[in-house]
């Protein structure tokens, strides 16, 4: 063998070990990317669960607070109407053409009280009425849209019969009843 051959095939080994090793380092780096891609692609599929979960999370919450919102809003509007018809109400009490005797029979009820020296009063408007049913026991004005306030002789106890007050226990007790008169027809309504 002469010398070229020796370096001709020295040289066809070493291309042919060269071409093995890129081989390997082509299905190495084909195989790593691979990988990176995988590991990416995974990664992005969690980077965008993660994203549509908050999104939803974040959807929901607005959601809420948006319903939260309207119900105050709705809340407050019942409110106020619920205070209006609270207002008519005492209006209307104040107007009673029945006035007269309703006076009569709540001074009646509540006889013992000013009888016995106790002390009536009422709003100026009813004065002349409450002054001729309780006669000498008449003591004078309050401020009030009707009614009466009855004081004990002692002057440790008063009776507040005032419309207000009468309104507001009344009130008190069956707001829940009027604000369901008022606001189921709503609801069934389309």
Not at 50 to 57: K, P, V
Not at 85 to 102: I, Q, T
Not at 106 to 133: F, I, T
């Amino acid at each position: 063998m002469t010398l070229d051959t020796v370096i001709q095939a020295i040289q066809a080994k070493g291309k042919a070990e060269v071409d093995t090793i890129l081989a390997e380092a082509q299905a190495e780096r084909e195989r790593s990317l691979a990988e990176v891609r995988a590991e990416s692609d995974k990664a992005l599929a969690d980077a965008e669960l993660r994203a549509r979960e908050t999104a939803e999370r974040k959807r929901v919450q607005d959601l809420a607070r948006a319903e939260l919102e309207a119900r105050k809003l709705v809340l407050a509007a019942q409110k106020e109407e619920l205070d209006e018809v609270y207002r008519r109400a005492l209006e209307r009490l104040g107007s009673l053409k029945e006035n007269p005797e309703f006076l009569r029979l709540l001074l009646k009820a509540n006889e013992s009280e000013w009888r016995s020296g106790g002390k009536v009063y009422s709003n100026p408007r009813d004065e002349g009425v409450v002054q001729g049913l309780v006669g000498k026991a008449y003591a004078g004005h309050v401020d009030a849209t009707g009614g009466l306030v009855i004081e004990s002789a002692d002057g440790c106890r008063r009776v507040d019969l005032r419309y207000e007050s009468i309104l507001r226990d009344v009130w008190n007790d069956s707001v829940r009843e009027v604000a369901e008169i008022l606001w189921a027809s709503r609801k069934s309504k389309p």
